[in-house]
């Protein structure tokens, strides 16, 4: 008797769970001049990063969300990797699921073309806008200023691309975010080599997974983050690479590090 009530309570969670509706709004983007690609995300769910972004390094960038299938995300990067287009790998994934209307997701490839798809039964307010390099998405918010303006904030801001993910990520919940509150938020940046001494690619990887005001603390962990780790990986793929945009933004990271109490903390 107490198994079968475990078995029915197990059940019943997983059905509670598995078809729960992610309201979240993300962005997707890619940096032409340095190589990085990122997703920064936040919801009213716990982890909403270990749910939404999906990455490979040289290849793009996606963000599954809404009644979130993890396949989606898998799927268009082998299919980015194959060499198709973000609008082929999309298409062909989407395809591929039978619930497709139910789900959003955004996608990047490493040359710039971006695409979106919002299911027809996602909870609105749901929609997405696209630009080169860049996609944004959400559903469950409280209107539509919420991507327009987290689109027109990082298309024109300069810098670091995990910085101006965290600006648009800012403005979204500026202009209203998730309409059913606050709980979680990430940012993951890959580069090649651009993880910790070169070891793996992870340049930015931050995660807030319950908090009442996680955009607010994403943004104060990667204030500590660029100064201990984004600095030193932009100076040695300065030295690496010979590229002077890495070195110019190490100068300005050091310079707004030598204006900060944090470098006291």
């Given at each position: 008797?107490?198994?079968?009530?475990?078995?029915?309570?197990?059940i019943y969670l997983f059905v509670v769970f598995s078809?729960?509706?992610?309201?979240?709004?993300?962005?997707?983007?890619?940096?032409?001049?340095?190589?990085?690609?990122?997703?920064?995300?936040?919801?009213?769910?716990?982890?909403?990063?270990?749910?939404?972004?999906?990455?490979?390094?040289?290849?793009?960038?996606?963000?599954?969300?809404?009644?979130?299938?993890?396949?989606?995300?898998?799927?268009?990067?082998?299919?980015?990797?194959?060499?198709?287009?973000?609008?082929?790998?999309?298409?062909?994934?989407?395809?591929?699921?039978?619930?497709?209307?139910?789900?959003?997701?955004?996608?990047?490839?490493?040359?710039?073309?971006?695409?979106?798809?919002?299911?027809?039964?996602?909870?609105?307010?749901?929609?997405?806008?696209?630009?080169?390099?860049?996609?944004?998405?959400?559903?469950?918010?409280?209107?539509?200023?919420?991507?327009?303006?987290?689109?027109?904030?990082?298309?024109?801001?300069?810098?670091?691309?995990?910085?101006?993910?965290?600006?648009?990520?800012?403005?979204?919940?500026?202009?209203?975010?998730?309409?059913?509150?606050?709980?979680?938020?990430?940012?993951?940046?890959?580069?090649?080599?651009?993880?910790?001494?070169?070891?793996?690619?992870?340049?930015?990887?931050?995660?807030?997974?319950?908090?009442?005001?996680?955009?607010k603390e994403l943004v104060r962990q990667y204030e500590?983050?660029?100064?201990?780790?984004?600095?030193?990986?932009?100076?040695?793929?300065?030295?690496?690479?010979?590229?002077?945009?890495?070195?110019?933004?190490?100068?300005?990271?050091?310079?707004?590090?030598?204006?900060?109490?944090?470098?006291?903390?």
């Amino acid at each position: 008797m107490i198994l079968k009530m475990e078995e029915n309570m197990v059940i019943y969670l997983f059905v509670v769970f598995s078809t729960f509706e992610y309201g979240t709004f993300s962005i997707v983007a890619v940096d032409p001049l340095t190589g990085e690609c990122g997703v920064a995300v936040s919801s009213k769910v716990f982890d909403v990063g270990y749910i939404v972004p999906w990455i490979k390094t040289d290849v793009g960038a996606v963000a599954s969300q809404a009644l979130s299938n993890p396949y989606l995300g898998k799927w268009i990067l082998e299919f980015l990797s194959k060499g198709y287009s973000a609008k082929e790998a999309l298409d062909s994934a989407i395809a591929m699921d039978s619930s497709r209307e139910e789900r959003q997701v955004g996608v990047v490839d490493f040359k710039g073309n971006s695409c979106a798809f919002t299911g027809k039964e996602t909870f609105a307010w749901a929609g997405h806008r696209t630009a080169p390099y860049v996609s944004v998405q959400g559903n469950i918010l409280t209107g539509p200023e919420v991507v327009d303006t987290m689109i027109k904030v990082f298309l024109n801001s300069k810098g670091p691309l995990a910085e101006r993910l965290l600006l648009a990520l800012q403005s979204g919940e500026l202009a209203g975010g998730d309409k059913r509150g606050k709980q979680s938020a990430a940012i993951i940046v890959l580069r090649r080599r651009g993880g910790y001494q070169g070891v793996d690619d992870r340049l930015v990887d931050l995660k807030v997974v319950d908090n009442p005001e996680p955009v607010k603390e994403l943004v104060r962990q990667y204030e500590y983050w660029q100064y201990y780790f984004l600095a030193p990986a932009y100076l040695r793929l300065a030295e690496e690479e010979k590229n002077e945009i890495f070195f110019e933004r190490t100068l300005d990271i050091l310079e707004r590090a030598l204006n900060s109490d944090i470098k006291d903390a």
